[in-house]
Each structure stands twice: as structure tokens, then as C-alpha cells.
């Protein structure tokens, strides 16, 4: 959302608390000065999303881009898993997904079309222990990705996804609290370092989300340094 503001973009954001919408849209206003409206929303629920959806058009006349960036997990053994646990994970990732697409795919239907850019994880298909609901949950979003980029490309709507590992807040969490955790996590990545959200996974956004990609469509890019040819390690040995 700071690369977007950078650039000049209006921006919508949306989380389920409003306190921490209003220190991020502070932080990237403060910086970038860009205008920007939050909604407090709970994708999981339909009539929630139209309503940001409705607000959005209604302050900024049209969706031109949708960043799917919402999700949630449980790292935990799969036997200690309840039905409960995987669905919520599901509800909100996959679920969640849905709802927004499709709430502003008609909104971009009725404009000039737009661009929806999924994000996915890399464990949906190298494969890692312990992350089973998301994995899941990931692997039928980016389904979705490549069913919608051929339905919707005839309204001029191109649908994209990327596979970031990166300092994210579960990982940034993990790399904080957990000794040994950061190095282990990187020690396969080609590069040897963790993602920056801003500066190394912003901007491939960015350039999904602008004129500069066109021509793509239904593809999955991922954007981990190289993290995914080994495999990645994403679970404390220690858990």
C-alpha cells in the first residue's frame, strides 16, 4: 500500500480492526500524502465486503485494481487440528478471496476492466509441515486465479498471483521471538535473506497491478528469492 501511495494512487484499505486501519493509513499518508479511505470489514462475510466495495466507488467512482492480501493460518500439528481450525483458515483465505473478487470484479465489469492480484504462498505446492489449512486454502485461490483469468479477460479484467516469502507478521514474529529461527528460514534461500514487503515484494505488485503488465494473465510469479527451487522451511524445528 506505500509503494501504490508512492505513486500516487487513491487507496482502500481494509482489516477487521479499525484501530490498525487508522495507524497504517497515518503512517502511509504521512509519507506519501495519499489519499485514502478505511473500512473495517470481515471478508468473511458477503454483505461486509459489498459494503467496502460500495464505499469505495461511492468516494472514488471506480476499482482499477484489487489486492487480495488478507489471510489467516494455524501452525500446528495436523492430528491436533480441529474441523473448526481448518475452516476458519479456509473462510477467510479462500472464502475471503471470493468475496472480494467478486464484489469488485462486477464494479470493474461496469468501468474499464481492472486487475485482481491473489496472494499466495509457496507451501501450496513445494510443500511444508504443520500449515495444512493454509496450504490448502492458498492452492484454491490461485485455482481461482487461472479459472478467472480466462472468464473475466473478455471485460478486460487481468487476474494475477504472487507466491512472497518475506518478513510478514508471522514470520517477523517467529524471527523475533524464537532463537535460531531467521537463519534456519533463510539458510536454503538462494539469496540467504528474508523478503522486504517493501522493497522487494512491493513493487512486483505494483507492476502486476499497472499497464506495464498488460499482457499478463493467469500468472503466478513467485517472489522469494529462489526460496521455492529448494523447498521452503517455514516451521520452527523446536515447535
Avoid at 126 to 139: E, H, I, L, M, N
Avoid at 166 to 172: K, L, S
Avoid at 176 to 191: I, W
Wanted: charge should be negative.
Amino acid at each position: 500500500a506505500s509503494r501504490f501511495g508512492e505513486l500516487g494512487a487513491n487507496l482502500v484499505l481494509t482489516s477487521r480492526r479499525q484501530e490498525v486501519l487508522d495507524e497504517a493509513a497515518k503512517e502511509i499518508n504521512d509519507t506519501t500524502g495519499a489519499e485514502i479511505l478505511t473500512v473495517s470489514a470481515d471478508i468473511r462475510q458477503s454483505d461486509q465486503v459489498k459494503d467496502v466495495v460500495d464505499k469505495t466507488t461511492s468516494r472514488f467512482t471506480k476499482i482499477d485494481g484489487l489486492v487480495n492480501n488478507a489471510a489467516g493460518n494455524f501452525i500446528s500439528p495436523t492430528e491436533n487440528l480441529s474441523e473448526n481450525a481448518f475452516r476458519t483458515i479456509v473462510d477467510i483465505v479462500l472464502v475471503g478471496t471470493f468475496n472480494f473478487t467478486q464484489a469488485a470484479g462486477e464494479k470493474m465489469k461496469e468501468s474499464d476492466g481492472g486487475t485482481i492480484l491473489n496472494i499466495v504462498t509457496t507451501y501450496a505446492w513445494t510443500g511444508s509441515g504443520y500449515v495444512v489449512p493454509s496450504a490448502c486454502a492458498k492452492a484454491g485461490v490461485l485455482a481461482m486465479t487461472r479459472s478467472l483469468a480466462v472468464e473475466w479477460a473478455k471485460h478486460g479484467i487481468r487476474t494475477n498471483a504472487i507466491a512472497p516469502t518475506g518478513m510478514g507478521q508471522v514470520f517477523a514474529d517467529l524471527a523475533e521471538n524464537v532463537p535460531g529461527f531467521l537463519e534456519m528460514a533463510t539458510a536454503s534461500n538462494p539469496l540467504k535473506r528474508a523478503g522486504d514487503p517493501e522493497k522487494d515484494i512491493g513493487p512486483v505488485v505494483l507492476f502486476l497491478a499497472s499497464e506495464m503488465s498488460r499482457f499478463v494473465n493467469g500468472e503466478l510469479i513467485n517472489v522469494d528469492g529462489g526460496q521455492h527451487l529448494p523447498g521452503y522451511v517455514s516451521v520452527p524445528h523446536n515447535l
